[in-house]
C-alpha cells in the first residue's frame, strides 16, 4: 500500500486593512500594519487502490485563529464537487495565531468582525492551494518521531472553588512535540507536520503577524530547503499559552519573543528530525465523523435576557441582543463534531470544532497510546470545552468566553463524562 503526497504554500496577508480576530482589546479596529506575511499550506494525499479506485484527503492549515462554522459546510461542498473530497478526510485547520483575520460570521463584533471580501478571498486561495497540491503528488514514505518543547504554559489555576489567572509552570501542560515526516524516493523531504498544544497570543497589537508558530513554520522550511513545506497542527491548547516571562529579558518586544519561541520550537523540530525517526507504513487512507452533542445549562428567559441588554455592558449586552434576536431557536445544546482521519499504521489525527483544554488531549494520547494526534480549532468552531472543574470554578474558559462566542448558554458539568466516553468509543484500545 502506497501514499502520494502533495503540497502547496499560498499567501493569504490581506491586503487591505481589516480587523484582526482574536483580542476584544483591539476593539474591531482594522488592522494598523503588517509584521509579516501570513500563509495557507496544504497537503494532499492521494492513495491509488484495486480497479482504479482512489482515495484521497487534504490537510489545511492557515495561520489563522480558526475557520468558521458558518462558512465550512460551503467550502467542503466545493472540495467534495471539484476534488471528490469526502467530509470526512478534509481537514480545515487553524494555527489559532490571534494575529490574522476572522474567518466567520457568527461571533461577537469583539473578537475580530470578519471582512465578506477577505472571507470570499480566503475561500478562494484554498481552491488555488489544492489546485497547485494536486499537481505536484508523488509518492513518498513516512517517518514519525517525537521530541520536547517547553515554550507552553499552564495559564489557570484552582483553588477554594475559584479561576485565577497567569504563569503556573507547575501546573499540567503537554509538552510533546510530535512530527511527520514524508520522503520523497529520491530521499529528499516533501513535507513535514508537527504537533504541539501552546496558544500563539506573543502580540496583542494590531498587526497582521504568523506569530511564533507562523515563523516556526518558516524556518523549518528554511532549513529543509528544496521547498520542502512544514505544516503546523495546534494541539489542545485550551489553557495553555506561551511562557512569555521565560524570554530573555533584553527582548522586551512581542514581534522579537515571536521569532524567539519560533527559533527555540524550530530547534526543537530540527531535534526531532536529526534523530533517529521510524518509519510507519500507510494505511487504507480513510476518515470517520462523529457528532457529540453537549447540554448546555439552563437558558436566560426572554426577561433576564432583556435585562443583560438593557445594562449597556460589553461582552454581554451584544451578547444578549443577539440571543434575543434567536428567540425560541436558541440551542439547548452544542454539537461538537470530530473527524478521525487514519494515515499510517499508529498515525491518525482527531479533529475537533472547538477549543478544547489540554487534559482532554493528553487523555486521547493516553488510550491511543500515542498514536492520534488531538487537533482542535479545525473544521469551524463552537467554543472552549472545558472540564467539569473548570466549569465549577468559572472564570474565562467555561463561561466569560461564551459571551464572545455568542453560545447560548453554558455548559454543564456532566460534558467531560460524555466526551471522555465517546473518546473511548474513537480512540481507545
Known amino acids: 500500500m502506497i501514499v502520494e503526497v502533495g503540497c502547496a504554500k499560498v499567501d493569504i496577508t490581506p491586503e487591505m486593512p481589516v480587523p484582526l480576530a482574536g483580542f476584544a482589546v483591539r476593539g474591531n479596529a482594522p488592522y494598523e500594519g503588517i509584521r509579516s506575511r501570513i500563509y495557507l499550506r496544504a497537503v494532499y494525499m492521494r492513495q491509488p487502490g484495486e480497479g482504479g479506485a482512489v482515495r484521497t484527503a487534504l490537510l489545511v492549515s492557515a495561520d489563522l485563529l480558526w475557520w468558521g462554522s458558518d462558512r465550512v459546510p460551503g467550502l467542503l461542498a466545493k472540495l467534495k464537487e471539484r476534488w471528490g473530497l469526502e467530509k470526512e478526510t478534509v481537514v480545515l485547520h487553524g ?6 483575520p476572522q474567518t466567520g460570521f457568527g461571533f461577537h463584533r469583539l473578537l475580530g468582525a470578519a471582512d465578506a471580501g477577505y472571507v470570499g478571498y480566503l475561500e478562494d486561495k484554498v481552491m488555488e492551494a489544492v489546485e497547485a497540491a494536486a499537481a505536484n503528488v508523488e509518492p513518498v514514505t513516512i517517518e514519525r518521531g517525537a521530541g520536547e518543547c517547553r515554550i507552553g504554559v499552564q495559564r489557570r489555576r484552582y483553588a477554594d472553588g475559584q479561576a485565577f489567572g497567569g504563569e503556573y509552570p507547575d501546573g499540567l501542560m ?11 524516493r529520491a530521499g529528499t523531504d516533501k513535507a513535514i507536520i508537527v504537533h504541539y498544544a501552546c496558544h500563539p497570543v506573543t502580540a496583542h497589537q494590531n498587526y497582521v503577524s504568523s506569530e511564533f508558530t507562523g ?22 491548547c485550551g489553557d495553555i499559552n506561551i511562557f512569555k516571562s521565560s524570554a530573555p ?7 522579537d519573543q515571536i521569532r524567539y519561541f ?26 470517520c465523523s462523529y457528532s457529540v452533542p453537549l447540554p448546555l445549562k439552563p437558558l436566560e428567559s426572554k426577561e433576564e435576557l432583556e435585562a ?23 440551542a439547548t445544546e452544542l454539537v461538537l463534531e470530530m473527524n478521525r482521519l487514519d494515515i ?64 447560548p448558554g453554558r455548559f454543564e458539568e456532566s460534558i467531560e463524562d460524555t466526551l471522555r466516553g465517546k473518546l473511548d468509543e474513537i480512540v481507545g484500545g
Open 344 to 407: 499510517a499504521d499508529g498515525f491518525a489525527i482527531l479533529t475537533m470544532n472547538a477549543e478544547v483544554v489540554v487534559e482532554y488531549g493528553l487523555y486521547i494520547k493516553e488510550i491511543s497510546s500515542g498514536s492520534v494526534w488531538p487537533v482542535p480549532y479545525s473544521n469551524g468552531m463552537i467554543g472552549y470545552v472545558p472540564t467539569r472543574e473548570q466549569i465549577r470554578c468559572g472564570g474565562y474558559e467555561p463561561l466569560l468566553s461564551t459571551y464572545y462566542f455568542y453560545m
Open 215 to 236: 515563523t516556526a513554520a518558516e524556518e523549518m522550511e528554511r532549513r529543509l530547503g528544496d521547498g520542502a513545506l512544514c505544516l503546523y497542527l495546534q494541539g489542545t
Open 95 to 100: 494555527t489559532h495565531s490571534h494575529s490574522g
Open 308 to 330: 443583560i441588554a438593557g445594562k449597556r455592558q460589553q461582552p454581554y449586552d451584544e451578547w444578549a441582543v443577539e440571543m434575543l434576536s434567536r428567540g425560541d431557536t436558541r
Open 262 to 287: 519560533g527559533m527555540k520550537f524550530a530547534d526543537a523540530a530540527s531535534a526531532v528530525l536529526n534523530s533517529r525517526m521510524s518509519g510507519v507504513k500507510p494505511v487504507l487512507l480513510q476518515g
Open 174 to 184: 503537554d509538552p510533546e512535540l510530535s512530527v511527520i515526516r514524508f520522503r520523497t
Open 249 to 255: 529579558a533584553a527582548l522586551t518586544d512581542d514581534y
